[in-house]
Structures are given as C-alpha cells and as structure tokens.
C-alpha cells in the first residue's frame, strides 16, 4: 500500500485553515471527569498505577452497569481521574489498538517527575521509548499504551495546543 505523503500534508494545511478559528470560543465541557481503561486484575493495576506511577487511587466501588464489577479511580492531577473497569466472568480478549478504540493516553508530568518515573519504570523492567527528550511511551499491565509528557498542559514539544 502506497501512502500519499503530500496529499496528507495538503489536506493537513486545508483542515487547519478552514476549520481553526482565529477567536476560538470557550468549550462548553468543564475538564475531563474521568477516563475509564478495563483492568485484568485489580490489585496489579493498583500496584502498577499507585505504587510505581504514583497516582493515588481515590475510591473503589461497584460498577453500577455490571454486578460484581469493581470501578476504581486514580488522581492524575488537576482535578482529573484515571478509571477502570474489571468484568469478571467475561471473556474479554488482550487490548487491540483498532479505528474508534485507544492508541494512547497521554498524562502531562513536571519534568522532575518524569525523569523520577523514568527511574522507576526502568527499575521495574517495564519496556519503554522516549521521544524527543520529553514523552515516555510504555504500556499498562493490560496492554494499554500510556505516554508520560514532560510538556506543560497545552503545550506539545514546544507549541501552544490549547
């Protein structure tokens, strides 16, 4: 399969001007609330975003669509919540990155703490990548693929995103 470059390149540009509003008006949300992943295993996913992610699980309670089901939450900061689902007795297959699903969750840390997690997840064994000195690619015990920003938020290796 061949891939136009150029002609992604010339609909980029197209899409920016036609769609980017010079006065961008304020968004009607408020902020993420939270994002919900699905979890394997309760306690490794608490052992894996608490203790070596270090963010602190907020509360753990039934999942009110599905009984038996744990909801549980994680601060990722700025009034934001990492949560996951577990779905006992259903047979759900590995994580797939597929149209319309996760490619990745990205969580903006100060630069201190990423090379802090740096350590620790090069400590832990975890498989990672870095790009461009300030993102940290890896995955979640369940496969999710996670990426830690040493960009403040709105800001993506340099430019103003938001």
């Known amino acids: 399969m061949s ?16 769609r980017l509003q010079a006065r961008r008006p304020p968004s009607s949300a408020r902020g993420l609330h939270h ?7 309760v306690e490794k996913t608490i052992d894996f975003y608490q203790d070596l992610l270090e963010f602190p ?3 753990i309670i039934e999942n009110r669509d599905y009984e038996g089901s744990n909801h549980f939450f994680f601060d990722i900061g700025n009034g934001n919540l990492l949560a996951f689902f577990d779905f006992p007795g259903l047979d759900l297959g590995p994580y ?3 149209l319309g699903g996760l490619h990745h969750v990205a969580i903006s840390v100060d630069p201190s703490t990423w090379e802090r997690l740096l ?14 000195g300030a993102s940290i690619y890896f995955r979640d015990p369940d ?11 709105g800001e993506m290796y340099g430019s103003r995103v938001l």
């Open 3 to 18: 891939i136009d470059y150029p002609a992604i390149k010339t609909a980029r540009e197209r899409i920016r001007a036609e």
């Open 35 to 41: 994002f919900a992943l699905i979890s394997s295993d």
């Open 57 to 59: 699980l907020t509360e």
């Open 96 to 98: 797939r990155e597929v």
């Open 119 to 132: 350590g620790k997840l090069e400590a832990a064994g975890v498989p990672h990548q870095i790009e461009n």
């Open 143 to 153: 496969g999710a693929r996670l990426e830690l920003l040493a960009d403040p938020l």
